[in-house]
């Protein structure tokens, strides 16, 4: 079928002299039918219409008025008079039956030629990216269809890194131009033989055989360091990263460049002008199908929370539980690290902290923790800085729930203020307005900007677990250790350590002055069920 569209839509010469030979021999049998069926009165006579289109569909309007003027002679004057003498047709007859044979084939090849334009600008956008006009995978598939005999080709994708710098320095216009130019230069460098396509604004697909990739890969990735690209008068760097698929089943093209496609990301994160591909390259590719998972593990509730101790190192007594998530995936138990980094990649995260405080919430009162100024900490996520009405939803709900004013506090941290301290003051401050204290989470893990102390609402430091682990063996670690707990207490903070998993550390803070401290020395993360129980017996220590 697409063979004959082909024919019709785009005819070559040899389609061309086949037309003229059809019709010819159309015009020919037609009037031997009619002559043979007894001349016009006959129902054949109307079958030179069909010649009169084939002239029109193949040979445009002016040659179907002209095979019109020829039918309408053959089957007119020529019958009448030399073939059927007598036959009693009047010439006005003949003459306006010859006029619309001109006029049904001018219309139609008109027509038709109308929607060959049409078509082929239809099919222009199609197998073309509109912007810059570069031929697009479009545009490839179909040429590879065509091919019957494909060879074993290496798929090559040209990854463009800093593309979105691009589009914000210079535009969409202009960056659509710079593509056009630099596919250009690709196709100039490569073979007549490869195939370089556009797939979107970041990516070209380059086909090339396997003997021309050996011979051009080191030339090609140094030409396209060299290319000279400007945009006005602003010169550009391409950073740029190609990916290699080698092997494969050529007849199986788009999984072939989902190879190299994977191959120029994995280029990408490790600063490599290019890779080839090999399966390792895709082991990221089961926490994408985690984070696919996440939504309906929200609805199902497949998350539980766990509560670890806080100990007031001073009275030994549990001050509160800071609330950590999991999630029962199937036989096993995620913990934070196996899920939250994807989640915060994307909105879900927002989803995901929202059920954790609906759960701590709800955790709170359904075990009534009614310890002195009994406390459970929740962790914010960067993302959620960037959805006020996620902060107020939160704020409404403790608010709802009548719970003390003590009940929660917030952890953020440091690496969360640096992404955006403007967002990050003004969710503290309503928080504060609520009367929810903030903790500075993981501190000295990051920059530990004394400027976070001196201009945000904050509470309580946490030290990091990675320096509290080091303070036995560490001497500079534990000077520095010692230096933030003077601080933080000269500043009317308290201090919260983590990791403590030995009684050297723990008396070593205590030494120190530190108030709080949490780790596997206390307790694991346990269910909410088993609070009690632990705190019953930790209290007869």
Known sequence: MNKILKFIMNPGRKA??????????????????????????????????????IAAVFLGPWVAGVTG??????????????????????????????????????????LLLFLKKQLAILHLHHTHDVLTNIPNVNYYLEAKRDNDNPNPFVALTLQINNHEELIVLIGNEAYGAILAKMHQLICNFLSPEAYAVFVD?????????????????????????????????????IDYSIGVSLTGNPDDIVDRFHESDVASMYAKKHFLKHAIYNQSHEKDQSSFILLGEL?????????????????????????????????QHKNNILYPGGFIPLAEKTRLINQITEWVCMKVISDYKTYDFTGSNFVISVNISQRNLYEPLLIESIVEKIR??????????????????????????NMLKTLSLEKISIVLDDFGNEYSSLAYLRDLPIKKIKI???FTMNIVNNNNTRILVKAIIDLAHDMGYAVVAEGI?????????????????????????????????????NSKK
Not at 521 to 526: D, E, G, K, L, S
């Open 16 to 53: 061309k002299r086949v037309s003229i030979a059809i019709i010819a021999f159309s015009l020919i049998l037609n009037t031997f039918l009619v002559y043979i069926t007894g001349g016009i009165p006959s129902a054949f006579a109307h079958t030179m219409y069909l010649t009169v289109l």
């Open 201 to 237: 604004e970041r990516r070209f697909w380059i086909e090339l055989s396997h003997e021309e990739y050996h011979h051009v890969i080191e030339p090609f990735m140094a030409y396209l360091e060299q290319m000279n690209l400007v945009s006005g008068t602003i010169p550009l760097y």
């Open 400 to 425: 709802m729930a009548a719970l003390p004013d003590y009940a929660i506090e917030v952890e953020i941290t440091e690496s969360t203020l640096m992404l955006n301290k403007q967002a990050a003051e």
């Open 464 to 466: 990091d677990r990675g």
């Open 69 to 110: 003027i020829i039918a309408g002679l053959l089957i007119g004057p020529l019958m009448t008079y030399v073939l059927l003498p007598g036959h009693g047709e009047e010439f006005s007859s003949s003459l306006y039956r010859t006029f619309y044979f001109v006029l049904i084939g001018i219309t139609m090849g008109d």
């Open 295 to 327: 939504p309906q593990a929200i609805k199902e509730n497949q998350l539980f929370m766990t509560y670890q101790p806080i100990v007031d190192l001073k009275t030994n007594t549990c001050q509160g539980m800071e609330a950590l998530v999991r999630w």
């Open 501 to 537: 998993e030995t009684k050297e550390i723990l008396n070593t803070l205590i030494e120190m002055g530190c108030d709080y401290g949490q780790g596997y020395y206390f307790a694991r993360p346990m269910h909410p069920s088993d609070i009690s129980g632990w705190m019953e017996k």
